[in-house]
Each structure stands twice: as structure tokens, then as C-alpha cells.
């Protein structure tokens, strides 16, 4: 089945829009409904961090939905350049992909704060302290534990994916793998949300960090550098996910000729002309 690259860019765009809808709307949700009630405290109001982790879960897994058919559902520029990386996705391809996900990111940020402006603006009326609602910020400053962070929590995300759809590895993928990579989502969350808010992900961090700035918020990380680390990390952590997949998953179960005659994962020409 082929698509056009307008239909590409647009599935990815739409996708990765709902991935922000989803997952930005969520943090909203958490943050903006705070308990003002001593008594009844926020997190059993709005669930707290549990809720953010599931939220961008589900997220992820709906914009899969969207938009898994036609263009494979990238929804992130990371996993994008890694695929091109390992010669899995053509690098002429790459620019429509990563526009449709970034344009898709924008957008989905700011119809979330359309959706909460009247409520947005009692809580934080200078918007000074909620750019957190559509980016992340590091615990500890600085570069380099954000960057690790984000390497790592990348590299299991982009590892994972390439397991999930193996069907050397895992030959009934196809029939749950998005279900499968929305609880990788939701592990890395919970594991290694805590350092530099999981972006895993430029265009999630990114484009809703650019409508921030645009529509006026302060301290959005543009200023001090925070931006860098969400962008930068992914990317790398996207590509060393995949070659230690390919290294010492990938090669070894072909060798072992695992599968059934004529099965050669998720895709076989790749498989073919690179794993042996």
C-alpha cells in the first residue's frame, strides 16, 4: 500500500496533534485542577502523576491509531532519524515526517490551552509558572543529567519498538504492538519520568514549547538552554536503542533462523540485506 508524502504529512501531523492533546491535556488536567481543599487533597482529586503517566500512554496509543496506516505512526522525530539511521526508512522521507510531526505538536498545544484558557488564566494569569503543562524541565540543572536521562529513557523506548515489531522476536506483534508501546510509555514514565519529564520524544517537547513562547508564557526554557536537552537526547538515544537492538537482538535471532521459512521481521528487506 502506498501513500503520498502529503498523505504521510498528514498523518503524521494529525497523529502527533492527538498525542498532544491527549498527553498535554492531561498534565492540564493535574496541574490547573489543583484541590484548593486542605481536606481532600489534589492527587485524589485528579490523580496526580499516575494520571500523567497513563494519560500519555493512552495518548500514544491514539495517535497510533490515527495515524499507524499510512504513515506508520512515527509521531517523533527521534524514532524517525533512528529507522533512517539502520537503513530501515528512506532519509527522503524524513523531511515531510518530522514537519508533520512538529506542525502536529504546535497545533495540539494550542488548542489544549484554547480548551483551558478561561481556567489557565485564573490559576497562572501572567504565565509564569505553567510552561511545565506542555514541556519538561530538569530536576537538577544543568546539561548533562537531563541528557542522560533522556538518552536512556529513549533508548528503551526505540529498543522496544524495534522488539515489539520484530516478528522474529515477537511473530503476533502486529496484533497488539501499539497497545505494547503505549505500556513502554507508560513504564518509562514511571521508571524515569522524574529527571527531565520524559520527553523522549523533539517534537512532543519542542513544538509545544515554541506555541508557549509565541503565545506569550514566561520562563519557557528558551532562555537558559533547558530546550537543548529534550531535543538533543532523544535523538541520540533513539539511534544508540536501535543499533544495540540490532547488534544483539536483531542479528542473533536471525542467525538462529528462530522464525518460520520466509519470515524475516518486521521488515524483511531490511533484515535481509543488513542482519546477515
Not at 483551558?116 to 524541565?137: E, V
Not at 536521562?149 to 515489539?164: C, H, R, S
Not at 513502554?184 to 506555541?211: C, E, K, Q, T
Not at 540490532?246 to 531490511?270: C, H, M, Q, S
Request: glycine share 14%; proline share 6%; net charge neutral.
Amino acid at each position: 500500500m502506498t501513500f503520498k508524502p502529503s498523505q504521510e504529512f498528514m498523518a503524521e501531523l494529525l497523529g502527533t496533534m492527538v498525542l498532544i492533546l491527549f498527553g498535554c491535556g492531561v498534565v492540564a488536567m493535574v496541574v490547573l485542577f489543583q484541590s484548593t481543599n486542605p481536606s481532600i487533597p489534589g492527587q485524589i482529586v485528579n490523580g496526580g502523576y499516575t494520571n500523567i503517566t497513563l494519560g500519555w500512554g493512552f495518548a500514544v496509543l491514539m495517535g497510533i491509531f490515527i495515524s499507524g496506516t499510512i504513515s506508520g505512526a512515527h509521531l517523533n522525530p527521534a524514532v524517525t532519524i533512528a529507522l533512517a539511521v539502520t537503513g530501515r526508512f528512506p532519509w527522503a522521507k524524513a523531511p515531510h515526517y518530522i514537519a508533520g510531526q512538529f506542525i502536529g505538536a504546535f497545533l495540539g498545544a494550542a488548542i489544549v490551552f484554547a480548551v483551558y484558557h478561561a481556567k489557565w488564566l485564573g490559576f497562572d494569569p501572567g504565565l509564569a509558572n505553567t510552561t511545565g503543562i506542555f514541556s519538561t524541565f530538569p530536576a537538577v540543572p544543568g546539561f548533562w543529567p537531563g541528557f542522560i536521562d533522556q538518552v536512556v529513557g529513549t533508548a528503551l523506548l526505540m529498543g522496544l519498538i524495534l522488539a515489539i515489531g520484530d516478528k522474529l522476536n515477537n511473530a503476533a506483534g502486529a496484533a497488539w504492538g501499539a497497545l505494547a508501546v503505549a505500556f513502554v510509555v507508560m513504564a518509562i514514565g514511571m521508571s524515569f519520568g522524574g529527571m527531565h519529564g520524559y520527553a523522549i520524544n523533539p517534537a512532543r517537547d519542542l513544538g509545544p514549547r515554541l506555541f508557549a513562547l509565541v503565545a506569550g508564557f514566561r520562563n519557557t526554557g528558551f532562555e537558559n538552554g533547558v530546550w537543548l536537552v529534550p531535543v538533543i537526547g532523544p535523538i541520540v538515544g533513539a539511534i544508540v536503542g536501535a543499533l544495540i537492538y540490532d547488534t544483539f537482538i536483531g542479528k542473533p535471532l536471525l542467525r538462529a533462523g528462530e522464525a518460520l521459512p520466509g519470515v524475516k521481521g518486521a521488515d524483511p528487506a531490511y533484515n535481509a540485506e543488513h542482519q546477515r
